[in-house]
């Protein structure tokens, strides 16, 4: 048991330092709560005055004679009437502000708390490395960066702002309650540990419901990412009413989730009402007792009876103190599921730095073994070399491990075993912002942003002049096509480039790679979307941009790599040939098959 309280303390802990951040404004919430207490406690006073003294035959304390005396007023049922309607007015206006003034700070403060909570999970999840990110969905990322993270707010809630709110009424009207019947006082409070006990029984119950209803919920927001992602697919498959009909499963679930939600809720509810329904009449019997007996008048009993209703409503928040933080935990433990998630892949102590451009581009894998789950390796002790300029083309059939491979160099994922070399150093040993400084990247989709060209085009160097940009767009054969666009360079694009054609994004995704400028270029298909006409022009421009960078290209299409200085051909995750063009057709091995595959009509080339 103090494990689980230690690890609850500790979970707690690494949350409420966002709060803590706020604490000028907690200090203001508190002190509006303090002073909302204390005129809830003033609140029944003036029914008091008009039952007993303006109504009844009390005789008015000496203190609110000489007060009325001052103002040179005759003391009378009218004025007492008079007196009781305005301070009941009064104590409500007040009221009223104290409680708009403690909304507002304690709206604004919450807010800065959850996306601060906000900013540190988006800013971890884009650290994480790709291999995290390809066992979760988008979808239940996005739903625990934009829902999850409230939990922050619920949790300062209940551990700070409404257990101080109703401790301090229950302070506040339970001393004024007990100096005016200490007995009623005592029977108003009896019902508490029945109370506890529910709310004790009733909390992990919450928990588990509020996890389940949260699964549900992120499952039904990454099935709708996941379809609008695959818009053109699931039109051209036809898959619509399929998508239907799953949707209407999922938010199903949803649905039964929460009600089983309500209901276990509305329980929990039905057990404090009986309790404190029991509590209210043995209060009305002894009081309607007291008043028989002239121990309490009647406006004293209305008091009374007006603070057992606010002591209740006090003590019932703060006994739901625990059922709250039972529902936060299922969001706070989603949150630190990320924030405690392994990071794969980070920099290592003493890491070196290298300067934009300052790598000569020499690339060596040392019998490199890697894969996405444990016992099922994609790369099996691959050694590959690249010299600085050099070309190394990457071919082999689907799932064979080259876009796999060429993710090892920039350290999307580190291998299980073997080395990555970066001019004679290990990748792992280098500060990994300034590894990436150095690859120039186009990978096989052609990601694109929702800015204008000009910005996709400069989004590794967002510095770059627009004549530099306007240069590596010729040279990927993007400008004509960019200048005929309504904006020109200023034209904002769709999500993910969705206003383009393919062909257009991955030529302004390769503009982007050679701005960049980098002496290592990782090219994942670069002509795949690219027609006959296009791919001839962008070859020649790559030719010539590729001169003293080290690249490495995968490719279908064997035409593009013919050049290549080393082809190796990857099958099942080993290079079995390695070699250049006309030494791997005299080989006849993959290499030649797959030509053959694409070519059927062309001889085998013989070298002599």
């Not at 207490?37 to 008009?50: E, G, H, R, T, Y």
């Not at 929460?258 to 039905?270: D, H, I, K, P, V």
């Not at 009081?287 to 002591?311: C, D, M, P, R």
């Not at 400028?517 to 298909?525: C, G, M, R, S, T």
Request: aromatic share 8%; proline share 4%; net charge neutral.
């Amino acid at each position: 048991m103090s494990r689980e309280i230690e690890g609850t303390r500790h979970r707690y802990g690494r949350i409420l330092r966002y709060p803590l951040h706020q604490w000028r404004s907690l200090v203001v919430i508190l002190a509006l709560t303090a002073a909302t207490s204390f005129v809830a406690a003033l609140q029944p006073w003036p029914m008091k005055i008009l039952v007993d003294y303006a109504l009844g035959d009390k005789t008015v304390p000496a203190l609110a004679e000489s007060l009325l005396g001052n103002w040179n007023l005759t003391l009378n049922s009218f004025l007492l009437v008079v007196t009781a309607a305005l301070a009941s007015f009064g104590l409500y206006a007040l009221n009223s502000v104290l409680d708009v003034s403690l909304s507002w700070f304690w709206s604004a403060a919450g807010q800065r708390m959850v996306y601060e909570l906000a900013e540190t999970l988006f800013h971890r999840l884009q650290r994480l490395s790709l291999l995290f990110h390809h066992q979760r969905t988008v979808g239940d990322s996005l739903s625990r960066l934009t829902e999850d993270t409230y939990c922050v707010y619920t949790l300062t809630s209940a551990l700070l702002v409404s257990p101080a709110q109703q401790v301090l009424t229950l302070l506040s009207i339970g001393i004024v309650a007990w100096n005016l019947e200490p007995t009623l006082t005592l029977l108003s409070l009896s019902v508490a540990p029945l109370m506890g006990v529910s709310s004790l029984f009733f909390g992990a119950r919450l928990k588990r419901r509020m996890k389940l209803n949260r699964e549900a919920q992120s499952r039904l927001l990454s099935f709708i990412h996941q379809t609008f992602t695959a818009i053109p697919l699931v039109q051209a498959f036809g898959r619509e009413n399929r998508n239907f009909q799953q949707f209407q499963y999922l938010a199903t679930d949803i649905v039964a989730q929460s009600q089983r939600n309500t209901l276990l809720r509305g329980t929990y509810r039905f057990a404090n009402g009986s309790i404190i329904t029991v509590g209210n009449a043995i209060v009305l019997y002894a009081g309607g007792q007291q008043v028989l007996l002239g121990k309490i008048t009647v406006g004293s009993l209305l008091v009374f009876l007006a603070y057992l209703k606010s002591l209740q409503i006090a003590f019932s928040g703060l006994l739901a103190t625990y059922g709250n933080l039972k529902s936060a935990e299922a969001s706070i433990d989603r949150v630190l599921e990320v924030l405690d998630a392994q990071e794969e892949v980070q920099d290592t102590p003493g890491a070196q730095y290298l300067p934009a451009g300052g790598a000569k581009g020499w690339v060596r894998l040392e019998n490199v073994t890697f894969g996405y789950q444990l016992g099922n390796p994609v790369l099996k002790e691959i050694t590959l070399e690249a010299q600085p300029g050099e070309t190394i083309a990457l071919v082999g059939f689907t799932g064979a491990g080259k876009s796999t491979l060429v993710s090892l160099i920039p350290r999307f994922f580190d291998p299980w075993q073997g080395r990555v070399l970066l001019d004679g150093m290990d990748v792992r040993q280098l500060q990994l912002a300034s590894l990436r400084s150095q690859m120039g990247l186009v990978l096989q989709e052609p990601f694109l942003l929702p800015l204008t060209v000009a910005e996709n085009i400069a989004y590794g160097r967002p510095e770059a002049s627009y004549e530099e940009i306007v240069t590596v767009a010729k040279a990927a054969n993007a400008d004509e096509f960019i200048k005929l666009l309504p904006q020109g360079y200023d034209t904002a694009i769709g999500e993910r480039g969705a206003t383009l054609s393919g062909g257009q994004r991955q030529r302004i995704a390769i503009a982007r790679a050679l701005l960049k400028d980098a002496p290592v270029l990782i090219l994942d298909e670069p002509t795949s979307a690219l027609d006959g006409q296009t791919e001839a022009l962008l070859l020649s421009a790559l030719e010539r941009l590729m001169v003293g960078r080290t690249t490495f290209i995968i490719a279908h299409r064997l035409s593009t790599i013919r050049q290549a200085n080393q082809i190796a051909v990857l099958d099942r995750g080993q290079v079995v040939e390695i070699g250049t063009h006309q030494e791997l057709q005299r080989i006849g091995g993959l290499y030649q098959r797959l030509h053959s595959l694409q070519f059927p009509e062309s001889p085998p080339e013989v070298i002599l």
